[in-house]
């Protein structure tokens, strides 16, 4: 009924609130770091939906453009919550692969299954708007270009990668001017319309309103509580400070938070589902990722656009395969299966680090 939660929002709503509050107690009871790391990670996921949802319920009056760059925004608050407690307790590989894991997630797992979702919907091949799959490639394609220079210059050990932090900032003040001309164009050619007829959640604006307070303070509070955790969680499990960033964390605080374009892409919305990954995309690469690089330097742990190279070559192969299955405007189940099927590989490489 419109601007009333149904019985299974209220449900869900409540279950991530029960979670929030236990995984509250396991941190202050201190019960153990395991527990604590694990109903944290199970807590971050379920903010990230209760932001996706209540964002999705604020922007729906908006239109694809606004509202998927309106989700991605607010979406990004557990990542950014999570690798700004990394660099205050000291976790740099953490936070570097937190932030690379976003991006892995986002554009290989999760557009994957959208493309999956809505390519069955539309019998085999989903199709949707060409300029915003294009614009996404080219903003990962700048994003990389800074990581393969300074990835290359810290390899050979030249004279720039004495001044890693320096080109760091720089080069993160350059894409985030790119980013804010980007969103201007982009926003731009695409106003604000009514979603007549939109299957957006139909919940009162000023409970979407307080929805997303609350998101936000609980996001702040559980990745507060997942970092106080994880060192000695993934020390005692025995998993990589790689694996965790790059999988568990990203998992947690992305993929689930951008469910809502694999049902937007099963119910037939298939620009909206792909704005919102898009966006989401965009927004890591060109905006949160500069921003904390900008951030960090409050902090005694500084982060630089200095990452393994593997990884960073991952990137570009990233930016090259999105760029190739979604550039033209439609996607193929099997496209989607070949996403997925890249980030369940470099999964693998991360869990043997």
Do not use: C
Not at 40 to 52: C, I, K, N, T
Not at 141 to 152: D, E, N, P
Not at 314 to 343: C, H, I, K, N, R
Request: proline share 3%; glycine share 10%.
């Amino acid at each position: 009924m419109q601007g009333a939660l149904t019985r299974v929002q209220v449900g869900l709503l409540s279950l991530v609130g029960a979670v929030v509050v236990f995984a509250g107690i396991l941190h202050f009871s201190d019960v153990g770091d395991v527990a604590t790391f694990i109903v944290s990670g199970v807590a971050l996921a379920g903010v990230a939906w209760v932001v996706s949802f209540a964002t999705e319920a604020v922007g729906s009056r908006l239109g694809p453009a606004f509202t998927g760059v309106l989700q991605s925004t607010l979406g990004n608050l557990p990542e950014l919550f999570v690798v700004l407690f990394a660099l205050s307790a000291g976790e740099l590989v953490v936070a570097q692969y937190s932030i690379l894991g976003s991006l892995f997630a986002n554009g290989l797992l999760v557009l994957g299954a959208v493309i999956i979702a809505g390519a069955r919907q539309g019998g085999g091949v989903m199709r949707f708007g060409s300029r915003l799959p294009n614009d996404t490639a080219t903003l990962l394609l700048l994003a990389t270009f800074g990581l393969v220079l300074l990835g290359i210059s810290d390899e050979v050990g030249d004279r720039a990668s004495r001044h890693t932090e320096e080109i760091s900032v720089i080069g993160a003040i350059v894409l985030l001017t790119v980013y804010a001309v980007w969103l201007f164009t982009y926003l731009r050619g695409n106003p604000p319309e009514a979603a007549v007829g939109s299957e957006h959640p139909r919940v009162p604006f000023t409970l979407a309103v307080a929805l997303l307070a609350l998101a936000g303070v609980a996001a702040a509070l559980v990745s507060d509580w997942f970092v106080h955790a994880l060192g000695p969680a993934v020390d005692e499990l025995g998993i990589s400070r790689q694996f965790t960033g790059l999988v568990i964390v990203a998992i947690a605080g992305n993929a689930v938070e951008n469910v809502v374009g694999v049902v937007l892409a099963a119910k037939g919305q298939s620009d909206l589902a792909i704005s919102v990954v898009k966006n989401s995309v965009a927004q890591i690469a060109v905006f949160l990722f500069p921003a904390l690089v900008l951030l960090s330097f409050f902090f005694e742990t500084h982060l630089t656009f200095v990452f393994p190279f593997v990884y960073v070559f991952a990137l570009f192969l990233m930016a090259v395969a999105v760029w190739q299955v979604t550039g033209d405007g439609e996607a193929a189940t099997f496209e989607g299966a070949a996403l997925v099927g890249l980030y369940a590989i470099l999964a693998v490489l991360a869990w043997f680090e």
